[in-house]
């Protein structure tokens, strides 16, 4: 064994554990000794990780942490994913936090967005995952890590069932480091399907008495999908799949990449666009993809996470999705990221508001949800070398100068020009640059993709060529002439959107050959989530909020 | 495996095109003559030129039949005054004429804004369907929707000679958040879908015998289900009431100390739940050996 000669991060690690004492047998703790324990365990200015996920949740931990006051754990620097849980509120409303870097509050948005109003949310700064998970490995990496697995087998090998997500990047750093990392897991069992994390790098095991909460957030109704976003599904395939040859692609979680899946095995089987597009995917296993899975579309599929009721389905589909040895499905957000970043053709996603320069954010005065990993991959990441066709085609329309990438990673906005409620998706300026979210960030305005990386524009009214724009006023006339009836799109002149029409920068449906009187919600390749259990033959197992059967 | 747009998606002037005849359908008291609810008006809600219903003449298979669609998103397709009225002298029409007459329900009952008139309405429309069944003039009701057919309308339906349902389509009296609210979220769910269309839904209501024909969710399919029963009626005497009451009888007995409805559909001859739950329209049926 290599001796350091100083050691004082390992001793102070054996000291801690020395503190833990009778609580545990081995690295097995009682559900109700879980504070004492986390009381003894974690110090004073520790970097504190709590495992939550954009999907899965730490949550027995996070309950038994909230339980504890400000005279049991003070000043904790707290790094985490995703903001979800009202334990994790409660966090800061009892003053423990000095400090939190995270990427994501999406449920919890309304509740951050009060605290930085009650400055009772002392940001470092808001992440992209990989930005966070990077970090770990530089100037934030865990003292303490507390993580969620699905089961334990006695020696403290870890599974992490198909919802492997952000664990491999909390706890190597962690462990590594002479942190400790607890693990809550729903059982422990004599023999795991197969080793996630070995037991080496686990220092506590918790049974949590109820299993980890797991959100199903990719669920989308086939019947909830209108018939306008099955109109911007058709132009972006025509406009967009079609012209660039898409092959790998990552797609967002809303209802317009949902029309689209359930597009491709109808009016993408009858435009011949079958092995000419969409190959390979960097998404979750998304249930409205079985479609065109079962059709042949679909050769690889990977994951950032699992998705509730998908096991069996990507089990029996092992050719297409990555499983384990034993056929359980394996997801890895750090990799799914990395892939989404430098792997893919095109990004697609909606936005909650994008202004005349094309920077989008899903921030409002009210919430404040942070961004997720929707930047890593609706950016151009410059340190790309290899070439694709879908690259090069958009690269070229980009017309680099000397001392450019010859390539454009596809990055593509898809809105309907008004939200619910009948809000403008485009503004003249986004609600992000309210001066107190900026003064909470440190002057940082919480874009979530800026329009410099934005290729593409896709509404119901038509597409917008952002990256074949030739100046700032010209890509804002594009904005504005595929804006509708929002404030900015009253503001386009008709000479100019003719003019940019003329050039091909501003395409109409029937400039890609839609016409929108097709668009009918008759063309998915099915209507319900019953349908989509039908064309899984069965292997589907919905959540039982979207079964009426 | 894609198509027509599902019936259960249809507007009700699209479900009355794609059911009858090609240009067969006349309507009555149409959008121009702007019979709308008065009460409505007043109370500065907005109003419907055909006030939820559209009304008329047409030919399913070259037979004459007189027709109604309600309109579920307007009001929920409930009944004030002038819908109740167009109803009541279609019906009373049908009679008079000895045609068919076919109402495709999207119904939450009577119209709250005017209780009482929609309440007469009803009553009225009921009495002008037993003169119908009197005469042997067929009445069939269509149930396809969600919104389906509750309240005053759920019990409309069941006058009518027969009913044909999709698996989309609900039918009872008081809806689900009516009866968690009176009962208890504990009794009934009314946030658990599977639970709530295992209880009024379609596929249930076959079973019971509440429903005569169940049918996939398309017009196609629907106007094959209304075509079946056009040329039929089922009587109402004495002897056909006393019957169906026993069968009640024996059914409470059966059932009514079950919370399951799983257990209802195996009692009611469904051997493979999993398989059954999965089925639609005919595959169901032939699933379910009913009223066994």
Partial sequence: MITAKTAKRRENKTERIARVGKLARGKFVAPEKVPEVLRRIVEPGDILCLEGDNQKQADFLANQLATLGKKDL????????????????????????????????????????????????????????????????????????????????????????????????????????????????????????????????????????????????????????????????????????????????????????????????????????KG????????????????????????????????????????????VFFTGRDGGFHSNRPMGQLAGLYGIDMFIGASLQIDINGNSSTVSKNRITGYGGAPNMGCQPTGRRHPSKSWLKAGA??????????????????????????????????DAHEPSIRKALHGVTPVMIYGDDVTHIVTEEGIANLAACRSVAERQAAIRAVAGYTPVGLKRKKRETEDLRARGIVQLPEDVGVRPSEASRSLLATQDIKGLVRWSNGLYDPPSQFVDW | MTGAILFHEQTAR???????????????????????????AQLGIPVSFDDGVVIGRARIGGKKIYLAAQVGQFVGGAVGEIHGAKLTGLFKAAARDKVPCVLIVESGGVRLHEGSSGEIAI???????????????????????????????????????????????????????????????????????????????????????????????????????????LGKSSAVSLASIKARQKELEKRLKKFGATSEPDAVWKGMGVRDIEAASLASGPEFAALAKRGK
Wanted: glycine share 8%.
């Fill in chain 1, 74 to 273: 003070r000043d904790i620097h707290l790094v985490m994913s995703c903001i979800t849980l009202p334990a994790h509120i409660e966090l800061f409303r009892k003053g423990m936090i000095k400090q939190v870097d995270f990427c994501y509050a999406g449920p919890q948005g309304t509740a951050v967005a009060d605290l930085v109003k009650a400055k009772k949310f002392p940001v470092g700064a808001i992440h992209t995952y990989n930005e966070l998970f990077a970090r770990f490995y530089v100037d934030l990496t865990p003292r303490v890590a507390l993580v969620a697995a699905a089961q334990a087998d006695r020696k403290g090998n870890l599974y992490l069932a198909a919802n492997t997500e952000d664990t491999p990047a909390v706890v190597e750093p962690t462990a590594f480091s002479d942190g400790i990392v607890f693990a809550q897991v729903n059982e422990i069992v004599d023999r795991i399907p197969h080793i996630d994390i070995p037991a080496d790098q686990v220092d506590f095991i918790v049974q949590a008495p109820y299993p980890m909460h797991l959100q199903a957030l990719f669920t989308r109704d086939p019947a909830a999908i209108t018939e306008v976003q099955v109109l911007m599904a058709m132009v972006a395939l025509r406009g967009i799949y079609e012209k660039y040859e898409v092959q790998s692609l990552n797609h967002g979680v809303g209802f317009n990449t949902a029309a689209i899946e359930l597009l491709l095995p109808t009016y993408g089987e009858r435009l011949g666009l």
């Fill in chain 2, 123 to 229: 009553a009225e429309t009921m009495r002008a369907i037993f003169e119908c069944r009197a005469l042997k003039v067929p009445t069939i009701a269509v149930i396809a929707t969600d919104i389906g057919a509750y309240g005053g309308i759920g019990i409309l339906s069941t006058c009518c000679d027969f009913r044909v349902m999709t698996e989309h389509g609900r039918l009872g009296i008081s809806g689900p958040i009516v009866i968690e609210k009176w009962m208890g979220k504990k009794a009934y769910d009314s946030a658990n879908r599977a639970l709530v269309w295992k209880t009024s839904g379609g596929k249930t209501k076959y079973l019971l015998g509440d429903a005569d024909a169940l049918v996939h969710d398309t017009a196609d399919a629907v106007r094959d289900g209304i075509s079946k029963f």
């Fill in chain 2, 14 to 40: 699209q479900r009355i095109a794609s059911l009858v005849d090609l240009h067969s359908f006349a309507e009555l008291l149409p959008p121009p003559e702007r019979l709308t609810s008065p009460y409505l």
């Fill in chain 1, 397 to 430: 329309e980009a017309n680099p100068g000397p001392g450019t990438s010859p390539g454009r990673k596809l990055v593509v906005q898809m809105v309907e020009t008004f939200q619910a409620g009948r809000v403008p998706t485009f503004v003249e300026e986004l």
């Fill in chain 1, 276 to 319: 000419k597009i969409c190959k390979h995917w960097v998404v979750n296993p998304l249930p409205t993809m079985i479609p065109a899975i079962e059709t042949g579309w679909v050769e690889s599929v990977f994951a950032f996470g699992g998705e509730v009721g998908m096991e069996r389905y990507t089990a029996a589909r092992s050719d």
